[in-house]
Structure formats: structure tokens, C-alpha cells
């Protein structure tokens, strides 16, 4: 989700990495901060695997600040991702709001649609938090914990919601 993160913004415009930061923790939260020390080895990588570079500019005090764009093979390699996303991309929730935030990035709203239909394949597909001992899943109206049928019903309603969203959307795409 990082790499994802890191090529979808710097796609968008060159950013500073304090900036690039910013803009990743805005994008997943509390949920999965971003620390410097996950941050800045990603940057490093992904600078030695081509992707992206950096320029030095004057910085606003005496140091100079380091600019993060980038190169042709980043942006390729973003669209790539976009476009054939892995499957955990698919079934994490914020892994695939990462990937959905960039998705506007791949032009081809065909290929948008098939990406937003996985994910719909994958959310109406029956699952749970908890199983039975029967290995099926546990609906809430079965959940006699009340912590565990909150949950259950809170997931619920929250892939109801995108369900709907991802209906609505891939039908938009479509037309």
C-alpha cells in the first residue's frame, strides 16, 4: 500500500517528502500511519529501482530541500499497478481505497470498471469476523455477543454501502 501511495501521489505532482508524509497519512489515518522509517526505505527503493528522483532545491531556512518526482518508469509502473492490482489490493479494505484514491490515473474507464468489479466479486462473496464450528460464517442475528454482533453489523452496513457505490459506479463507467 506505501509503494501504491507513494507512485499514486507523486503521479498527481513532485512532492517533498515531508509533504508525500502528510498526504499518505491523510489518505489511510490512524489506521495505518506511515512512520519515517517505513517512509524514506520505500523512497530509497523505489529511487534505485528507477521510478522515481530526486532534485535538490534551496530550502525556505539554509538547508536545501529534496524534491521527489516521477520518472517515466514510475508512472508506467503506477498505471500497471492500477491496472492489474494484486489480490490483497482487492480484499483490504485500505489497500483498496489506496488503489480506488489513484484510480482515476488509468484512463481507460473499461479497465477502471473491471478493477471496481473485482472488488464487488469479492464483497458479495459470503464471509465473517467469525465462523461456527461448522466453518460457516456467523451472521449477527446468530451472535449471541453483543461486541461481536455490533461488529457483524457494522460491517454489514458498511458493505451494503459499497456495494451500492460500486454498482453505481462500474454502471457510470460502463454507459
Not at 508525500?20 to 517512509?39: C, E, F, M, N, Q
Not at 529534496?66 to 489480490?87: C, H, I, K, S, Y
Not at 472488488?119 to 469476523?129: D, K, M, N, Q, Y
Request: proline fraction near 6%; charged fraction near 25%; aromatic fraction near 8%.
Amino acid at each position: 500500500m506505501l509503494t501504491l501511495a507513494i507512485l499514486g501521489f507523486l503521479y498527481d505532482q513532485p512532492l517533498h517528502g515531508y509533504q508525500l508524509k502528510s498526504r499518505i497519512t491523510g489518505l489511510t489515518g490512524h489506521v495505518r500511519p506511515v512512520s519515517d522509517g517505513a517512509l524514506y526505505p520505500a523512497i530509497t527503493r523505489l529511487e534505485k529501482a528507477g521510478l522515481l528522483h530526486r532534485r535538490t532545491e534551496p530550502g525556505s531556512g539554509a538547508a536545501p530541500r529534496q524534491t521527489l518526482e516521477l520518472t517515466e518508469e514510475g508512472r508506467a509502473e503506477l498505471l500497471r499497478r492500477l491496472a492489474d492490482p494484486e489480490q490483497a489490493e482487492i480484499t483490504d479494505q485500505m489497500r483498496f481505497f489506496a488503489l480506488a484514491a489513484f484510480l482515476h490515473h488509468l484512463a481507460d474507464p473499461a479497465r477502471q470498471a473491471a478493477v471496481l468489479r473485482r472488488r464487488l466479486a469479492f464483497l458479495e462473496a459470503p464471509s465473517s469476523f467469525f465462523y461456527d464450528g461448522d466453518g460457516e460464517p456467523v451472521a449477527a442475528e446468530r451472535e449471541p455477543n453483543p461486541f461481536r454482533r455490533g461488529m457483524l453489523l457494522v460491517a454489514r452496513a458498511s458493505g451494503a454501502a459499497e456495494r451500492a457505490w460500486l454498482t453505481d459506479t462500474v454502471a457510470e463507467l460502463e454507459r
